[in-house]
């Protein structure tokens, strides 16, 4: 049966003009970017084959583009449309901060974090730079490293700090091996940024770590 077939409270683009997006399932969502499925599926079949095969919609959509063209059921135009999205939801996210929204809990850092770091296959170092009311002035990708880790240099934070004239900061980076937990370099590391900003009177409010699962903040584990 086609989609056009079916009752019009299960067609994926019907119930989420309905319910709203969030009502419907990752194969669901997924589907409306197919657009139709494959020889013998629909759109919806297509879309939950192709999760169950690859193993859900992080691993799925966390592929570059070009490797997504190559997938049954995908193709150039949808795997462009795919990342297309994607990338609207972070410039979305980031859209936010410049206009000036302040970061108020360790869970907006936490998101933004992750949003921007979380699928990358290496350790990236980031820092985003705020006013005295912790709103952004500035996010940037400072120091990358390989799959074992990245060298972090507190002079150059610093540097950055008083060109942004940051009155604050938080600092984030990705494990790549999924584990969110914070280790002991992440420890030490934390401390000597610390140290080393508040020298130029600049707190550094939490150091994000993005993993698999929720990011976890060291500020709010009580390790900053």
Not at 78 to 93: F, M, N, P, Q, V
Not at 95 to 124: I, K, M, N, S, W
Not at 145 to 163: C, F, K, M, N, T
Request: with cysteine; glycine share 10%.
């Amino acid at each position: 049966m086609h989609i056009r077939d079916w009752p019009a409270d299960e067609r994926p683009r019907e119930k989420l003009l309905a319910r709203g997006p969030q009502q419907l399932s990752d194969a669901e969502l997924l589907a409306l970017f197919l657009g139709s499925g494959t020889a013998g599926q629909d759109a919806v079949s297509t879309a939950r084959a192709l999760l169950a095969e690859h193993g859900g919609l992080r691993p799925l959509l966390d592929r570059d583009p070009r490797a997504l063209t190559a997938l049954r059921g995908i193709g150039p135009a949808r795997a462009c449309l795919l990342a297309a999205a994607l990338e609207l939801g972070h410039r979305h996210l980031a859209a936010g901060l410049q206009r000036g929204e302040a970061l108020t809990d360790p869970g907006a850092a936490g998101r933004y974090f992750a949003r921007r770091l979380r699928g990358l296959d290496h350790e990236v170092f980031a820092v985003l730079y705020l006013d005295n009311r912790h709103r952004a002035l500035a996010f940037e990708e400072l120091f990358r490293g390989s799959i074992d880790g990245a060298e972090v240099h507190p002079r150059i934070i610093v540097q950055r700090a008083l060109a942004h004239g940051a009155a604050a900061a938080i600092i984030g980076h990705n494990h790549p091996s999924g584990h969110p937990d914070p280790s002991t370099a992440d420890c030490a590391v934390t401390a000597r940024i610390r140290q080393a900003l508040a020298l130029v009177d600049v707190r550094l409010l939490d150091h994000i770590v993005v993993g698999d699962g929720p990011p976890t903040s060291m500020a709010a584990r009580g390790l900053l």
